[in-house]
């Protein structure tokens, strides 16, 4: 579809919704996204978001009916039975990345991605080249480190993600309520490990065999092994989700391993992979067998990250759990 058709297909979609929308007092909204201003003065009624984190975060605040789809899950991920069920009747536009033409004929006004969450730099999906057509784009904070400096990844930027788009959609209460449930959560965790000093050194490995791709102090496992009473041996990379070497992760022998568990290889296969490699043979956490496996959802920023946080944290502290009854839910 060539640029001109893209524009004269969504200008009259956009002129007649625009006439239509109705200007609360919420409205406008101004949110910062990575290092852009994103005003509103409605909330989206086609929204499209893009991989299960952002799809769930989307569906946690209660806005599906604001919804015009959701892409890139099917492609590489899978969903839950409990997901895949709020996910039914929502039609997956694009089973990875969509294109600029399938953001436009479902006339998309708003598109809920990230950095290598749905967009690339230099792509040819990004605010800028979206902003034509007249569909805004909300970046995942985590994710901003591609395309401006910022500090190691935290639990705020989920924080940050769930406010701004409360704020977006005038859902500003029930994104306080998701965070609060969030942070009870992390909470009862602290609680159990209160006493607790030894900081377990931790790989968090995705995938690869040549060279593994692991999360560095801008990706969210970085934070979630902090706040699980660990420490990410690769937090001194300044990098996102990156490749790295075995030989640096065979130099800092972490004692537990981190597997994110997505896609046709399954937690079991990767567990398999580095048990059998000899290069892995004397790191301590391949000795003592000590895996810890964490749905790609819950490792990357969302709604389940206070999940993650207490499975991380059981396996690196089983006793702190064995002494503390579970509180919240």
């Known amino acids: 579809m060539k640029t001109t058709r893209l524009r004269a297909v969504l200008g009259a979609w956009l002129f007649a919704g625009a006439s239509a929308a109705a200007h609360g007092g919420h409205y406008p909204v101004t949110v910062h996204s990575c290092n852009r201003d994103v005003t509103f003065t409605r909330a989206p009624t086609r929204a499209v978001s893009n991989d299960v984190n952002l799809t769930e975060m989307l569906l946690a605040l209660g806005v599906r009916s604001h919804m015009a789809g959701y892409t890139g899950i099917s492609g590489w991920k899978s969903a839950d039975a409990a997901f895949a069920g709020e996910l039914n009747g929502l039609p997956e536009l694009a089973q990875r990345y969509p294109s600029l033409e399938t953001l436009v004929a479902a006339q998309a006004d708003l598109y809920v991605a990230g950095w290598n969450y749905g967009m690339r730099v230099g792509g040819p999906i990004t605010p800028a080249t979206l902003a034509p057509f007249g569909i805004a784009t909300y970046e995942l904070s985590e994710s901003c480190g591609h395309v401006m400096p910022r500090p190691a990844a935290s639990l705020d930027d ?172």
Do not use: C
């Open 158 to 329: 989920v924080y940050n993600d769930l406010r701004n788009l409360g704020a977006i959609f005038d859902a500003d209460a029930q994104a306080q309520s998701v965070i609060a449930s969030m942070q009870t959560r992390i909470a009862d965790v602290a609680r159990a490990l209160n006493g607790t000093h030894d900081r377990p050194r931790v790989f968090v490995y995705d995938s690869g065999e040549d060279k593994p791709f692991t999360a560095g102090k801008l990706a969210m496992p970085t934070a979630l092994i902090r706040a699980a009473g660990g420490r990410n041996v690769m937090d001194d990379v300044a990098q996102s989700w990156a490749q790295v070497s075995w030989e640096s992760v065979v130099a800092r022998d972490p004692q537990v391993i981190v597997i994110v568990d997505y896609g046709a290889v399954t937690a079991a296969q990767k567990e398999a992979f580095l048990l059998a490699s000899p290069a892995l043979a004397n790191v301590a956490a391949i000795r003592a067998r000590r895996f810890i496996v964490v749905p790609y959802d819950a490792a990357t920023p969302g709604v389940r990250n206070a999940e993650a946080i207490r499975t991380i944290a059981r396996g690196l502290h089983p006793e702190a759990f064995a002494r503390t009854p579970r509180v919240s839910r």
